[in-house]
């Protein structure tokens, strides 16, 4: 039996005021267990990424709570909630995911070292090799492909060992080839890490490599697949439920 | 995280500002009081003492009386290890060549004071030839006067032009008469030169000299003897200190600000950055500390540079004060170790400073801003951000009012310094605020038909409010300066020069030419009414400095009342000022007519004078009236300063004629050229640092609007649609900050002109140089679209398809 990582309970988030009030998240509730692979999808502006950023804690919900390896978010600080993302949680984004003025390796030790701890050099080493650019470790990002970046961001959320990875269109500005490393990296994570992988996208294909699919609309959970998931079977899901969305008006 | 390209800007305005720190400081330690040539072999000078504290504080000391200080030299002479104990006298005695003033000698202060021979051994003078004076008539000169031994000199003292003979001849400047003559010249006496056996110990020699002394005189030895240094010379070194400590400040304070602004500017540059390292981890404390390390490092590799360059540039500086006559001739640069000290510790500390409130709100990045465009930051400044810009500007104002109600030009001077960093820093703080109404009213010079480009630079400079605000920082500064210091200047003596023509009445004034002042044969030629002015010393049991000097004017009543507009009699009469005990007192001295006022006049003898009159304290250009005679009898050397005549006169030796406009405007010219000058210094300091500022600002947002040009040439914009983009919106930058600058400096200005007006009981015109203006904002302008121009341009050769975007 494995047991929860991330848990959300009642999410609302609602933005702005008046005329221009917008809600984003409208009372979710779910959980990401352990060890397992999970894609959050929707439309634009179904509230996907902000589902990820308020479990991630990088934006406070206005409702509910969020609790994250038995740590309660809404409990924390801002400086505590920090430290909680540099020991607990791995990010990959679309893109600017590195800091243009270090090399692979040192962005890859940067979290480690943001917390006063000098990881060992075979772990960084290791931590590149797994993403297959051990020998690219002192190239700076401008000379990486985008592809790569991504790659050397994966390798960044490994290697601090965190409790849940989450990963916002991490594809989104790659092509089908770089995409397909990455995903296969992330897969690699929890197959044989045993990590917790949550990743937002509107792409079928890219969902197909999760354990678990998330459909969001109009900041609620609408829908939810798991088991043998296929890129042609999210897709006609995603299909139906805009056929019933429309007919629905 | 130290990057070499992002840090060359900041590097670069704080070694420039360390350097203009390090150079002011260096000359401000080396501008110490000399000890005149002509004591230096006087190992131990007992002076007189010191006169009380008073608004002008080169005023001799109050000397001892001739009975005194030869009591005072037959005891010192007495002393152990004592060879001489001479008395120095000091008086006026210029000699003629050819009939005038000589024009090589007439900025040195000392080529016109006479001595008694005997000072001669104070300064190890010997005679290159012939004998030392003996009798009356004869003169000791120097030689490079070009004089014989033997020939006929005419000297100009007190009373007028007197003949001598030449018996010899020595090596130094001054004239030097037999002690006899010197002593009815100059009854009073400021100084006494020990000259000690060899191998003495003049601190020995001073402590014994101290018992003699006692509270009647102040005991020198070493470089405290510089104090003696002629008064003139003081006054010079006091404006140059002025001068350079308004330049040291003005210097720190624009290196703190356009660092800061460079600084604000690379952070909201990375903000995307920042936010990727709250993302994955870091602390606010540790973004704020790794943006202050980083100043550090900057600051202290910086400040280094900036010392180094300042050492070498002291010396070259130093010879330019000289020159324009804000440091005696004596002076020499000297390599002290507190401003090297205090330099090197400017770098960080500025860097740090500058850094601070950018660190705030770079720590205040939140990790989600990763994930955002970063030009769009469309917060509205704080709360404290707007109560601290509007205290800013109060204060400016504040202090724009004591600039105009300040006493001495000098000292207003000061004030208005401070007012502008004020000023200036209260409006950069606020600009933000303002920038979105300005661009929308600046709008319809920037649009053109079908303006694209116009809804470009509006679009951009209305979206980045901070970013526009940031850039346009230097140029607000430079422009604020540049108005409103020299239109503050400009106005200030306008006002005071028409002031001081309305009070006059009389056709013309002479006014002395090439010599400190007016003989009594002179004004006698001129039949005019004339001022005589003295210093005398008065101890008042009620009000506390001991010894207060005071300006005594020695006047014939009767032309003085006729030629002064302004003299307002409060009780008794002028007409009574005759007998040698009568004086007429200002409204403060809170005194009535019959009082005794007691003052010990220049020749060291104490009189109780008689108060005859009671005048408002603007009626007369001093604090005191007393008969011309009485001057004349206790002062022997006293030089009339101005004669007010009705009519045009040949002017005598040594004089000039003047009108009166042409007199008020020139009264304080020397002192004018010297504000002037001053004011230019200060005006090229911050115009340059702000033009390289604004170039340096407009390089790194060059750097960072690639990627948005790139856009914008893939949109479809042609090559020389984006130079004209990056022109226009440079162009709008500069004129922002043209427009805050000098909104700033009006506010300034009117404050000041309201200040005077009242002052000066009379309308005040403002007065803007405008040229000083143009050139400050051409400047920048000039600056400011080659330094947006040619990046861009060198950007633009590359096609604007894919390239792979900064990182």
Sequence with gaps: MTTDTVTVTGLRAVYGTGTRRVTALDGVTTSFASGTFTAVMGPSGSGKSTLLHCAAGLDRPTEGSVTIDGTRLDDLDEDELTRLRRDRIGFVFQAFNLVSTLTAAQNVELPSRLARRRPPAGDVTAALDAVGLADRAGHRPSELSGGEQQRVAVARALITRPAVVFADEPTGALDSASSRQVLRLLRALVDDHGQTVVMVTHDPAAAAYADRVLLLADGRVVDELTGGITAAAVAARIAEREIVAESSC | MLSVRRSASAFVAVAIGVTLVAAATLLLASGRPQVPDRLARAAVVVQSPEAGASADQFVPTRPWSATAAAGLVGRLSGLPDVVAAV?????????????????????????????????????????????????????????????????????????????????????????????????????????????????????????????????????????????????????????????????????????????????AFTLAQRRRELGLLRAVGATGRQVRRMVGAEALAVGASAGLVGLLLGAALAPVLGRLLVDVGYEPSTFRVRYELWPVAVSLAAGPVIAVLAVWSASRRAARVRPLEALREAAVEQRPIGRLRAATGTLLLATGVALSVGTATADEARVAAQYALYAVMALVAGATVLAPVVVGPLVRLLRSPVRRPGGAIGMLVRGGALTATRRTAAIAAPVLLTVAFAVLVSGMVRTTSAAYAAGRADNVNAGWIVVPDRAPGLSDRAVAATGGTALLPTTVYRTDPATPPKDRPLTALGVEPEGFAAANRVLTVVAGSLDDLTGADTVVVTASANLLPSEPYPVVFADGTSVSLRVVAVVTDTSIPGDLLVPRAVVRAHDPSALTSTVYVRDRIDPPVGARILDVPAWAAEADAAEDRLIWLFTLLLIGVSAGYGAIAVANTLLLAAAGRAADLRLIRMAGATRRQVIWLVTAESALVVLIGALLGGAVAFVGLLSVRAGLAEQVGAPVDLMVPWPVVAGVVGLCLLLAVLSSVLPTWRLLRHRPARSPVGG
């Design chain 2, 87 to 263: 008395p120095d006298r000091t008086f006026y005695a210029q000699p003629l060549v050819d009939g005038r003033p000589s024009a090589a000698d007439s900025g040195r202060e000392d080529a016109h004071q006479g001595h008694g021979w005997s000072s001669a051994q104070l300064g190890g003078l010997r005679l290159t030839a012939g004998e030392p004076p003996r009798r009356a008539g004869e003169v000791v000169v120097d030689r490079a006067l070009g004089l014989r031994v033997g020939a006929p000199v005419t000297v100009l003292t007190a009373v007028g032009p007197e003949p001598y003979t030449v018996t010899g001849l020595v090596d130094g400047p001054g004239v030097h008469v037999a002690d006899e003559v010197a002593a009815a010249l100059a009854p009073g006496v400021r100084a006494i030169g020990l000259v000690l056996a060899p191998g003495a110990d003049p601190e020995r020699v001073a402590m014994a000299a101290r018992g003699v002394v006692g509270g009647d005189g102040r005991v020198l030895t070493g470089a405290a003897r510089g104090v003696l240094e002629p008064p003139g010379d003081a006054r010079t070194r006091w404006i140059g200190m002025q001068v350079l400590t308004a330049t040291a400040a003005l210097a720190g304070f624009v290196t703190v600000f356009v660092v800061s602004s460079t600084f």
